[in-house]
């Protein structure tokens, strides 16, 4: 069978990841691969763990100097790594 009209590729995996449920994943993933741009290169230096659950970031740092810096700047944080996905998906983040 033929169809009669073409899909772009780049649209038939959007619809599968949507249909699929798999966004939240890809985007978990996604985090850690930007948390370099997105946070900076002294802080994604000092960070010793990334983990994301019910729309927090929980992020681990070694210098306590930095903890405390990120503590003022995560607001701004949650609002580029939410532009970089494209959608809200990080509501907050959680320094430890």
């Known amino acids: 069978m033929r169809r009669s009209e073409t899909v772009k590729l780049s649209d038939l995996i959007k619809q599968s990841i949507s249909v699929n449920k798999l966004e939240d994943g890809i985007d978990k993933v996604r985090i850690k691969t930007i948390w370099n741009d997105v946070a900076g290169y002294h802080i994604a230096k000092a960070t010793t763990e990334l983990h994301v659950s019910n729309s927090s970031l929980f992020v681990s740092l070694n210098s306590s ?12 944080l949650i609002k580029r790594i939410n532009k970089e996905l494209g959608r809200k998906f990080i509501t907050e983040i959680i320094v430890r």
Do not use: A, Q, V, Y
Not at 65 to 76: A, C, H, Y
């Open 65 to 76: 100097i930095l903890r405390s810096e990120l503590m003022l700047i995560r607001s701004e």
